[in-house]
């Protein structure tokens, strides 16, 4: 049967800036999936929501910054490509490279619930698994159009998603980390720190080029609520 396939694991976003709570969500689903490797695909041109702050290089060599000591990878695709960065071209380029794999999109709850406005959706679940990532307190079920997709491609319980190319969706728990871009955006433009919401490497590349407003009369310290 020649070499076992892989289980790819993908995971796209802004990251504007990454943090912890990106982090710490996708190490959890790739330990705990048993995934082969996880790569982040950083979206130059997303086509669902504003324009991020931070150029597409700030926004990459941050993402180099804070993965550099653990088992993840990045994918640069999206930044090489010109025009919208659609979740479906990802995925057909890397559905070319690995014919025999199983490619695993991973997206939070928020992204699945918004599926069915994204470009050519129904062809996602063709080329990929999707694992929908939800923290304590969330309901999936849904009814209409994702409701169906869910009921349709659920990975049963005593299914393993690594035996599968694509298709199934699996809804995975993470450790609740009340983290969001945004929230570390306003931080920084109010002239706080974020310190603690994301590496302090990625803190000190945003203050030595300037990102999301700071400037050196920032640098007061002052203490950040997590929460």
Same mark, same amino acid.
């Given at each position: 049967m020649g070499n076992r396939h892989q289980t790819i694991g993908i995971f796209g976003g802004t990251f504007d800036p990454i943090h912890f709570g990106h982090l710490r969500a996708i190490l959890e689903v790739t330990e705990q999936l048993h995934l082969n490797e996880t790569r982040l695909i950083p979206c130059k041109n997303p086509p669902h929501r504003i324009p991020p702050l931070a150029t597409g290089e700030h926004r990459l060599n941050m993402l180099k910054?804070?993965?550099?000591? $653990? /088992?993840?990878?990045?994918?640069?695709?999206?930044?090489?490509?010109?025009? *919208? $960065?659609? $979740?479906?071209?990802?995925?057909?380029?890397?559905?070319?490279?690995? /014919?025999?794999? $199983?490619?695993?999109?991973?997206?939070?709850?928020?992204?699945?619930?918004?599926? /069915?406005?994204?470009?050519?959706?129904?062809?996602?679940i063709q080329l990929a698994n999707i694992v929908v990532m939800y923290r304590a307190g969330w309901d999936i079920s849904e009814t209409g159009t994702i409701n169906t997709l869910l009921k349709k491609h659920v990975l049963n319980p005593q299914e393993n998603i690594a035996d599968f190319k694509c298709g199934k969706i699996l809804q995975h728990k993470i450790t609740s980390l009340n983290i969001s871009a945004s929230t570390i955006r306003t931080l920084i433009q109010?002239?706080?720190? /974020?310190?603690?919401?994301? *590496?302090?490497?990625?803190?000190e590349y945003i203050q030595e080029h300037g990102l999301y407003g700071y400037t050196k009369s920032h640098s007061r310290t002052q203490s950040t609520e997590i929460l």
């Amino acid at each position: 049967m020649g070499n076992r396939h892989q289980t790819i694991g993908i995971f796209g976003g802004t990251f504007d800036p990454i943090h912890f709570g990106h982090l710490r969500a996708i190490l959890e689903v790739t330990e705990q999936l048993h995934l082969n490797e996880t790569r982040l695909i950083p979206c130059k041109n997303p086509p669902h929501r504003i324009p991020p702050l931070a150029t597409g290089e700030h926004r990459l060599n941050m993402l180099k910054i804070a993965i550099k000591h $653990s /088992p993840l990878s990045i994918d640069e695709q999206e930044m090489q490509r010109t025009g *919208p $960065s659609y $979740s479906v071209d990802t995925l057909r380029k890397l559905k070319k490279e690995h /014919p025999n794999d $199983s490619l695993c999109m991973i997206i939070g709850v928020d992204a699945f619930l918004g599926l /069915p406005s994204w470009h050519k959706w129904e062809e996602l679940i063709q080329l990929a698994n999707i694992v929908v990532m939800y923290r304590a307190g969330w309901d999936i079920s849904e009814t209409g159009t994702i409701n169906t997709l869910l009921k349709k491609h659920v990975l049963n319980p005593q299914e393993n998603i690594a035996d599968f190319k694509c298709g199934k969706i699996l809804q995975h728990k993470i450790t609740s980390l009340n983290i969001s871009a945004s929230t570390i955006r306003t931080l920084i433009q109010e002239g706080h720190s /974020p310190q603690f919401l994301l *590496p302090d490497e990625v803190w000190e590349y945003i203050q030595e080029h300037g990102l999301y407003g700071y400037t050196k009369s920032h640098s007061r310290t002052q203490s950040t609520e997590i929460l």
